[in-house]
């Protein structure tokens, strides 16, 4: 026995040992004896192979990405850059200008001088050369049309696609799901979640698809839109909108003292409300620097005590934001010592802080409302000028544990940011466990027939060559699924069809090899001789054709998304090790049964 055969035993022997440590927790969790292994077992070997959606049950659903609305409010904040410019150059006060967008990637500058347009020039523009351009120039009615460069709309259309994929990743990363699959695909993007119980598909929906924008406007108390025309169109319109009613809201500010008003429009139902103002004839319509927001309230006894019944109520609002929560370095679920009720704490950054301050100081005595998602969660009155960067969202009543969950989520969703543009829901396939179950069954079980027939083939046409190439080729499917576990891969039924195609390339590569021996035995060599020729002279041929598929496997790869990637991993790490095993495993057993010098036969 030669000593170089004892050196690869103990290396083969070592990597085989290694891949069954390897791949013990997976074996015990597909056997549910997950617990049986020791604890300091578990904390130091603990990947393992996940399943994947077809072979466990899980949640498959496309979004299709809003980038329209993700260009509006890039145009929203590159017209309040204008205004911040105008006011800082000192060239036209804000009274004598209105700046609003109109379209999704226009913005009009309308001037009540209009000779004040001219002051509106190439050198002022130069500010926002890269994202604006002139469309048009009105000057006689003193208006500046400016649209967003086609460039930066592109830019803006790539980086909500690419950002939405990354922030959906974060999301789902809170939600411990085992190897998500998130991917874009044109203007969609595809999420496929494993392992999901049915009773936690919608709550998973809802974190996944909630924009998380979060916005403070300042309410225009007092202004005489809503309190002179609005209110008065609302009580002749009453009878065409059903439920419609009008009311007012009056404080005394603490610091100043001042009264402040706030005429409100409120409806059972937000379509009510929303159909009001888009009915409105052109003359009434709610100015562009403007818009009109919703909060849900919950209605209130005589007694103050809070009942079932709920409405909708309106504000009208700054149409620029104050603050968004692109400011936001933190947030934390809290529960009011009074009240019960469970919120969810904000803590902006530096530069946050400071815009706060400076809004709530500017503001005393009016409400700001903070907006989530088109939604007014609450519209506190700012008493006295707020620093330290703290606010807080009040989330409504009902279950408590029902609201502290959706606070825990809203947290969740916070602190991975906020989505660059909404998301539409397009479709949705739910995969019950009983289908991943029978899609297991069935695809070990073609598995193990195709394996049966490959080693009763070999064996019967080989003979002990034959059980040399099983063994390899077991060893071969071992260190597949040991790598695999190494990488915590997904496994999935392309996955196993790659499994399966690298058993039969094995076979492949052990036929060449034998095929090469008995042309070398009939030449008269020794069992010897013609073994060391055949594994020799068929190397070259056996390598080309791995590195040929091995190359298709990259390319798939490179260019495949979610199932046909699992089938190229599973492909080029099985084609790895077919090299290792078909070659150099099976080489070793082939040296220690020829190894004896009396030997004169060879079973091939």
């Not at 009613?245 to 929303?274: C, F, I, Q």
């Not at 603050?323 to 809290?334: F, H, Q, R």
């Not at 027939?453 to 060893?475: D, E, H, K, Q």
Request: proline share 3%; charged share 25%; glycine share 8%.
């Amino acid at each position: 026995m030669e000593r170089s055969w004892i050196y690869r035993f103990v290396l083969y022997a070592g990597l085989t040992v290694a891949a069954c440590v390897a791949l013990t927790p997976s074996v015990a969790t597909w056997l549910g004896k997950d617990e049986a292994l020791p604890g300091w077992f578990k904390n130091t070997i603990n990947r393992r192979i996940s399943l994947g959606l077809d072979l466990q049950g899980g949640l498959h659903m496309v979004y299709k990405v809003d980038v329209e609305k993700a260009v509006a409010h890039k145009a929203d904040r590159l017209a309040g850059g204008l205004e911040d410019r105008l006011a800082k150059d000192k060239k036209i006060s804000a009274p004598n200008v209105m700046i609003a967008r109109s379209g999704e990637d226009e913005i009009d500058v309308t001037f009540k001088n209009p000779d004040d347009a001219k002051k509106l020039d190439r050198t002022f523009l130069k500010y926002f050369r890269r994202e604006l351009v002139e469309d048009s120039r009105e000057g006689k009615g003193g208006v500046i049309k400016l649209k967003i460069n086609p460039d930066v709309v592109d830019e803006m259309r790539e980086y909500a696609l690419r950002q939405g994929v990354e922030t959906i990743r974060n999301r789902v990363d809170k939600l411990a799901v085992s190897e998500p699959t998130i991917i874009k695909k044109g203007s969609d993007i595809i999420v496929e979640l494993p392992g999901l119980k049915q009773e936690d598909f919608e709550r998973v929906k809802r974190l996944i698809g909630q924009t998380a924008q979060l916005e403070f406007k300042i309410v225009d108390d007092g202004a005489d839109y809503m309190a002179k025309k609005i209110l008065g169109l609302a009580q002749v319109k009453n009878e065409k909108y059903p439920g419609l009613e009008v009311g007012h809201d009056s404080w005394n500010a603490k610091d100043t003292g001042l009264p402040h008003s706030d005429a409100y429009l409120r409806a059972k139902d937000r379509k009510t409300l929303e159909a009001f103002f888009r009915d409105l004839p052109a003359e009434d319509q709610v100015p562009a620097d403007h818009e009109i927001g919703y909060e849900e309230i919950t209605a209130r006894d005589e007694d103050g005590v809070e009942t079932k019944d709920k409405f909708w109520r309106t504000y009208y609002l700054n149409r620029r934001a104050q603050l968004t929560g692109e400011y936001i370095a933190d947030s934390d679920v809290m529960q009011d010592p009074q009240t019960l009720r469970y919120e969810v704490s904000l803590t902006f950054d530096h530069r946050g802080a400071d815009i706060f301050e400076q809004v709530s100081g500017q503001n005393i005595g009016r409400k700001m409302a903070i907006i989530l998602d088109d939604k007014i969660t609450s519209a506190p009155v700012l008493e006295s000028k707020i620093g330290g960067g703290r606010a807080r969202i009040t989330l409504g009543g009902g279950n408590p544990e029902q609201v502290r969950q959706e606070a825990m989520d809203l947290v969740a969703v916070l602190r991975t940011g906020a989505l660059p543009a909404p998301l539409t829901w397009k479709s949705e396939t739910q995969v019950g466990a009983t289908l991943g179950r029978d899609s297991v069954q069935k695809a070990g079980l073609s598995m193990l027939l195709g394996s049966i027939l490959v080693v009763v083939f070999m064996v019967i046409y080989y003979r002990m060559s034959g059980i040399i190439a099983n063994l390899a080729m077991i060893l071969n499917i071992l260190f597949q699924l040991a790598i695999l576990a190494g990488f915590q891969a997904t496994l999935t039924l392309p996955g196993i069809a790659g499994v399966v195609l690298t058993v039969g390339m094995a076979v492949d590569a052990n036929i060449i090899i034998y095929e090469r021996i008995r042309e070398e035995l009939r030449s008269g060599k020794t069992p010897r001789r013609a073994v060391e020729a055949g594994f020799d002279r068929a190397f070259w041929t056996v390598f080309d054709a791995h590195v040929t598929n091995f190359v298709a496997g990259v390319v798939l790869y490179s260019y495949g998304t979610g199932p046909i990637r699992g089938f190229a991993v599973t492909l080029m790490i099985g084609i790895a090790c077919n090299l290792l095993t078909s070659v150099w495993v099976s080489r070793a057993m082939f040296d220690w049964m020829v190894g004896h010098k009396k030997t004169t036969t060879l079973s091939i």
